[in-house]
């Protein structure tokens, strides 16, 4: 069974650096599919943020391309978002998900809350 | 990016069929059969209804269905029981760098 789990400081100060980590187990992230990133400000609607392939392409939403930066660390079956100089409207929960082109997020961490706040 | 359009609501009886809209464009939805669709139930995380279009994940009620004409794509909720009532979302697959792009989300509610 796949399960993905996402890590991270809950607050963050405006113009710092967000990072969160997924761990992904039952599945060797190495072995295929897109990994990615969503998220969902508070009473609104899920924004797809961006993907690795396991090979390393990645491919980001542009309205946030000059700030993000996703990675995986293979040897510990995880991946990283970075989200850079973050304001309050990057407030939001953050998901770590699996996909494939046709079949985009098929196994999704349950979420973790960030707040940008002084 | 443009988000794809969605109704902001839709609601039904018990039992009654209903039917989402989620329409784009040519670079998207209309130019590939990779849409999905999402249910989110609140404080939980969007579960995979429907992917290429309307193939059910393995333990999907049948009464979900999908289907596409054009650049919109539609999610048909058959038989609406209470516990449909919940946030839908479409994605869709699009041309260029960027992968994927959301549906603006639609509340359903069972009267």
């Known amino acids: 069974q796949v399960q993905l789990q996402e890590s991270g400081p809950g607050l963050v100060k405006p113009s710092e650096t967000l990072s969160l980590t997924c761990d992904v187990s039952?599945?060797?992230?190495?072995?295929?599919?897109?990994w990615g990133w969503i998220r969902q400000p508070p009473g609104k609607g899920l924004e797809w943020i961006g993907s690795?392939?396991?090979?390393?392409?990645?491919y980001y939403n542009p309205s946030l391309k000059s700030r993000v930066t996703i990675s995986v660390d293979t040897s510990k079956n995880q991946f990283s978002l970075k989200l850079s100089s973050v304001t309050a409207a990057d407030t939001a929960v953050y998901y770590c998900a699996r996909g494939t082109v046709a079949i985009p997020f098929d196994y999704w961490g349950q979420g973790t809350l960030v707040t940008v706040s002084s | 990016q443009s988000a794809l359009t969605q109704p902001a609501s839709v609601s039904g009886s018990p039992g009654q069929s209903i039917t989402i809209s989620c329409t784009g464009t040519s670079s998207d939805v209309g130019g590939y059969n990779y849409v999905s669709w999402y249910q989110q139930h609140p404080g939980k995380a969007p579960k995979l209804m429907i992917y290429e279009v309307s193939n059910r994940p393995s333990g999907v009620s049948n009464r979900f269905s999908g289907s596409k004409s054009g650049n919109t794509a539609s999610l048909t909720i058959s038989g609406l029981q209470a516990e449909d009532e919940a946030d839908f979302y479409c994605?869709?697959?699009?041309?260029?760098?960027?992968?994927?792009?959301f549906g603006t989300g639609t509340k359903v509610t069972v009267l």
């Open positions: 690795m392939y396991h090979s390393g392409s990645t």
């Open positions: 039952g599945y060797f992230i190495r072995s295929g599919y897109y």
């Open positions: 994605s869709s697959y699009t041309s260029g760098t960027t992968l994927y792009v």
